[in-house]
């Protein structure tokens, strides 16, 4: 048997992987921790045996050989649907700050951290990417900070998939910004 925890805030999530023979002690173990995780009348809501599960800005996709985590960011359905995000998740490009330039530069490299973080492949953190774009651009930021942070990123973590993004994240960006702002 092989449990994996999650803990973000007041969110939880247990993963548990196990054979058939294992289900009685399994259904005792998650009896237990849900009824003792909280104090009343706090509790755990069960996920139940689905194929997927959303948690924090992202989804977890089960597969009969694989656990799949992908980074979307929380207002990336909203604008596909209304053009509009839901609310804001970063600081504005313009928000006062007493050092600007390193204040919006660790805004949208710690963005990309997080969805390092998070994504279970080079696949999903692009994906991840692309999901942060209409944050970003509805926030001001230039296509241009993207890509410092994305080639900065290659050179911190040596994968290459941040250096292979760069310049689609910015064309994409470029492309966000004409049907946002018509510029």
Same mark, same amino acid.
């Given at each position: ?98 050092? $600007? ?40 930021? $230039? ?23 760069? $310049? ?16």
């Amino acid at each position: 048997m092989h449990v994996m925890f999650k803990r973000y805030a007041d969110d939880c999530r247990a993963v548990i992987l196990h054979t058939p023979n294992m289900n009685d002690a399994v259904a005792k173990y998650l009896h237990a921790y849900k009824h003792t995780c909280y104090s009343k009348p706090c509790e755990l809501e069960d996920e139940g045996d689905q194929p997927s599960f959303d948690f924090l800005q992202g989804m977890f996709v089960f597969t009969p050989t694989a656990c799949i985590a992908r980074y979307e960011s929380k207002n990336f359905t909203h604008f596909a649907s209304t053009g509009r995000p839901r609310f804001r998740s970063m600081q504005h490009y313009h928000s006062y700050c007493t050092s $600007p330039s390193n204040m919006r530069y660790s805004t949208v490299a710690g963005k990309l951290s997080e969805i390092d973080s998070f994504s279970s492949s080079d696949v999903c953190r692009a994906a991840g990417v692309l999901s942060l774009i209409p944050d970003l651009v509805h926030l001001m930021y $230039p296509p241009s900070l993207l890509s410092k942070a994305l080639y900065v990123r290659t050179q911190h973590t040596a994968n290459p998939v941040w250096a292979i993004m760069a $310049p689609f994240a910015h064309r994409y960006m470029q492309l966000q910004y004409k049907c946002y702002y018509g510029q």
